[in-house]
Structures are given as C-alpha cells and as structure tokens.
C-alpha cells in the first residue's frame, strides 16, 4: 500500500548540514533528521507552542546576544 504524506522541501543548506552531519555519525540523513525532530518535539508541553514563527530568511541563525559587539 502507497504511503501519501506531505514530504516537505528542506533548505539547500540544512540538506547539506543534515548529509555532512549524517556522514559523522554513519547514519541516514533521513534518520537524523527524524531522530533530531523528535528530540525536539519530545521537549515541548501542552502549553508551549511546537513552533516558533521566524521573519529571518530560512537558514539564516538569529543573532541571540542582542547588542553584543
């Protein structure tokens, strides 16, 4: 039986993190990304929401030390 889920496209930049990083650890890529998604979501309560709206370009890390030089 086909599976039909929604696969979602990845920035070019966190395939290529995913494969290098998947590459250290011998594992698939995919299996990483999975593993990785649900340490994350496994952090997350009711009351806190599972994802965080971004204005940032994708792939770009905000800068989290606001007014550091």
Not at 39 to 47: G, H, K, W
Not at 49 to 65: M, S, T, W, Y
């Amino acid at each position: 039986m086909p599976r039909n889920l929604y696969s979602p496209r990845l920035s070019d930049d966190v395939v290529r993190l995913l494969y290098r990083e998947g590459q250290r650890r011998r594992i698939p890529m995919t299996r990483l990304a999975d593993d990785l998604l649900r340490q994350s979501l496994e952090q997350t309560t009711p009351d806190t929401p599972v994802l965080h709206l971004c204005e940032d370009e994708p792939g770009v890390i905000p800068n989290r030390q606001a007014g550091a030089a």
